[in-house]
Antibody, heavy 123, light 112 residues
Framework: QLQLQESGPGLVKPSETLSLTCTVS??????????WGWIRQPPGKGLEWIGS???????YYNPSLKSRVTISVDTSKNQFSLKLSSVTAADTAVYYC???????????????WGKGTTVTVSS | QSVLTQPPSVSGAPGQRVTISCTGS?????????VHWYQQLPGTAPKLLIY???NRPSGVPDRFSGSKSGTSASLAITGLQAEDEADYYC????????????FGGGTKLTVL
């Protein structure tokens, strides 16, 4: 049973870089059956996909965030990470990591989610 | 403004049937990309409810069903229960621009 857990600072200053890590347990991040994704939810608002990575290192980013986002994977630690640069108050949100089933017939969907971590951008 | 459009809110009495629509376009749902649905109970992470338009993961009651036609998809909930009160999101893939996985804006279901 896959479990995902986000970790990282809860407070980031404007213009700095937000860094989060997602630790995967109960399965291998090197599985060919999954992408690994980051999703965020600003206070009182809806879900926004940030980006995803495959264990090989192939990355897929939301075009609206692409210039500021870097997602990486560390297979030795069974973790993947998110870096979001030049943050502003608009980046304040709950950040979730999720496993995305990479089906042959059915398009990718997020089957297991972490509990989420709140990141506030403020000086 | 979300690429996938959902009604902000729906409501129904216990035992009733409600539907939540998810309207897209020719670059996402209409292009044949699958639609998935998530339930987010207050203060919790989203949970997968329907995948591949109409498939229920193990443990999801058969009161929940999904369908897709043309550029739209729908989530139906029958025999409404108080614990169904939550936010519901549809999700698909959009091939415009550089491509992206996209969510609907979410629908708040209130059980009266």
């Amino acid at each position: 049973q896959l479990q995902l857990q986000e970790s990282g600072p809860g407070l980031v200053k404007p213009s700095e870089t937000l860094s989060l890590t997602c630790t995967v347990s109960g399965g291998s991040i090197s599985s060919s059956s999954y992408y690994w994704g980051w999703i965020r939810q600003p206070p009182g608002k809806g879900l926004e996909w940030i980006g995803s990575i495959y264990y090989s290192g192939s990355t897929y980013y939301n075009p609206s965030l692409k210039s500021r986002v870097t997602i990486s994977v560390d297979t030795s630690k069974n973790q993947f990470s998110l870096k979001l640069s030049s943050v502003t108050a608009a980046d304040t949100a709950v950040y979730y990591c999720a496993s995305m089933v990479r089906g042959v017939i059915i398009g990718p969907y997020m089957d297991v989610w972490g509990k989420g971590t709140t990141v506030t951008v403020s000086s | 403004q979300s690429v996938l459009t959902q009604p902000p809110s729906v409501s129904g009495a216990p035992g009733q049937r409600v539907t939540i629509s998810c309207t897209g376009s020719s670059s996402n749902i209409g292009a044949g990309y699958d639609v998935h649905w998530y339930q987010q109970l207050p203060g919790t992470a989203p949970k997968l409810l329907i995948y591949g338009n109409s498939n229920r993961p193990s443990g999801v009651p058969d009161r929940f069903s999904g369908s897709k036609s043309g550029t739209s998809a729908s989530l139906a909930i029958t025999g409404l229960q108080a614990e169904d009160e939550a936010d519901y999101y549809c999700q698909s893939y959009d091939s415009s621009l550089s491509g992206a996985w996209v969510f609907g804006g979410g629908t708040k279901l209130t059980v009266l």
